[in-house]
């Protein structure tokens, strides 16, 4: 079985339990990002992930103290034109300048309170081979205190798609210093079971080096995806799905769909909205307590309406992966 409960480590002894299933934000796609932000304010408790770019912009303010801890990504998304598995469509998207400097600012000047997690930099532009991520992650010079450096494994080139387990694998020896591994949905394979397999044999290859170190799969967040990759072994999920779909009875659906379907219809769409992102927030709560319930007896049923899919699922990637 590859699913645990696992904890990120923080510099000063503490430990976040797994599975987390992170809120995220960002200005791509959300303009009015702050506003969101300051809407979800009321009822988010724990952990949430955002991005430098949109903080270095002032996009979104860096007073995010409501949080329990802090997923800092580094802006990658938000400074390319790529566009993650849960977009319905590729939009007109102007990033502006980033780099590695201006990360740098943005953690250097971090001030929270918040426990926070800070992921390596990421950029098309910046594109090293995986030797050199590692090193690059080194360096960000992140403060003292109750915080965490998190690499986020991406292809090597400014034209790679898709991140090679071979050329990771022979450098997982070297990730002492970190306290969680990341890997994209979009780049960790080209297909459900070709991802959940590959995951696997991450999983299994990192707990050779450094046994139960969590792996975070970015830019996958729903009602059943989700579900697959922690059954592959992953620990931490975020992305935006959660802003721009509803959850409800296992099935990602159409936002207004969802308003339809549990309120008047005369409900106006800004307040479908907000109870939506309210509904998945805390459907994405009882998400992880069913992934608590499947550690604790290995049962399907935890799952729900889709628990026979999800178990065959994670069966055929058994069988992929057999012999490995």
């Not at 000047?109 to 080194?138: C, G």
């Not at 360096?139 to 400014?158: D, M, N, Q």
């Not at 219809?265 to 800004?270: C, Q, Y």
């Amino acid at each position: 079985m590859f699913a645990k409960r696992r904890f990120v480590r923080l510099s000063n002894g503490t430990e976040l339990k797994t599975p987390i299933l992170l809120p995220s934000f960002s200005s791509k796609g959300f303009p009015k990002v702050q506003k969101i932000l300051k809407a979800c304010e009321e009822y988010i408790a724990d952990q949430v992930l955002v991005s430098a770019y949109d903080i270095s912009y002032g996009l979104l303010l860096p007073e995010l103290d409501f949080a329990s801890a802090i997923f800092l990504d580094s802006g990658g998304y938000e400074a390319s034109k790529d566009s993650d598995l849960s977009e319905i469509y590729e939009g007109d998207h102007s990033p502006r300048e980033w780099s590695p400097e201006k990360y740098d600012d943005v953690v250097r000047n971090w001030s929270s309170l918040s426990p926070t997690i800070f992921t390596s930099f990421d950029h098309p532009k910046y594109r090293v081979d995986t030797k050199d991520q590692i090193e690059r992650a080194r360096r960000l010079p992140i403060p003292l205190g109750e915080h965490a450096r998190s690499i986020l494994f991406k292809p090597e080139g400014e034209k790679g798609i898709r991140l090679h387990l071979d050329r990771v694998t022979p450098h997982l020896g070297k990730l002492r210093e970190f306290a969680i591994v990341g890997v994209t949905e979009k780049e960790i394979g080209d297909s459900i079971l070709n991802r959940m397999a590959n995951v696997a044999r991450l999983r299994k290859a990192l707990d050779r080096h450094h046994p139960d170190l969590p792996i975070h799969i970015f830019g996958s967040l729903d009602t059943i995806s989700t579900y697959l990759f922690f059954l592959a072994g992953a620990d931490i999920f975020d992305g935006l799905t959660w802003l721009r779909y509803a959850f409800a009875d296992g099935d990602t659906v159409y936002r207004h769909s969802f308003g339809a379907l549990k309120m008047p219809i005369s409900m106006n769409s800004d307040i479908v909205e907000g109870c939506c992102w309210s509904n998945n927030y805390q459907y994405m709560q009882q998400m992880r307590l069913n992934m608590s319930k499947h550690v604790n007896d290995s049962e399907f049923e935890h799952f729900g309406k889709h628990s026979e899919l999800i178990r065959s699922a994670y069966q055929a990637m058994c069988a992929e992966i057999a012999g490995d």
